[in-house]
């Protein structure tokens, strides 16, 4: 699934606006790159063509959107009616964070959450043995800590956290 950021819809709105063909952007907030084109009407994706006007909205906002088929965009939320919370999908200047009723799940002052997740890890090596982590979120911790060695089992309270994720 495609997922933009506010970042990724100014630099495709900009190179529309300069007349480029093709735009170089991440598809999928930070975890890689890619050219997309810039069409008369909108932004092509695999999933479809994105609205300028939509792409726009997008600039203005501070939220992430997944692009849908048929280029509909919709904001990465969801609520949680079993523990009244609200998941939202974060940008930062770096990998994502999620948010808990507007609160971030990781540190992103200064830091961008991955980084500050391997200054964490680093902190503990070398790791052996069996590694709970609880709160899954985005998984950072889990796949890092697995990365080092450990065999990490992680549990999440919430299975919306992990649709979102």
């Not at 999928?28 to 792409?55: I, M, N, P």
């Not at 200064?110 to 979120?137: A, F, N, Q, Y």
């Amino acid at each position: 699934m495609t997922v933009l950021s506010a970042r990724e819809a100014r630099a495709l709105l900009l190179g529309h606006e300069k007349g480029e063909t093709a735009v170089e952007v991440s598809p999928d907030l930070g975890l890689s790159r890619g050219r997309v084109e810039a069409g008369a009407d909108g932004a092509v994706f695999a999933e479809g063509t994105v609205a300028w006007a939509a792409l726009r909205e997008v600039a203005e906002s501070d939220g992430a959107f997944g692009v849908c088929p048929g280029g509909a965009l919709e904001k990465v939320q969801v609520y949680s009616e079993r523990h009244r919370r609200v998941y939202i999908l974060h940008p930062t200047t770096g990998a994502p964070t999620m948010l808990l009723n507007g609160f971030p799940m990781h540190r992103i002052k200064d830091v961008d959450p991955h980084e500050d997740t391997l200054r964490k890890v680093r902190t503990l090596l070398p790791v052996r043995g069996r590694i709970l982590d609880t709160c899954t979120c985005l998984g950072y911790s889990a796949i890092e800590l697995a990365r080092a060695g450990g065999d990490v089992t992680t549990i999440e309270l919430d299975p919306l956290v992990l649709e979102v994720a």
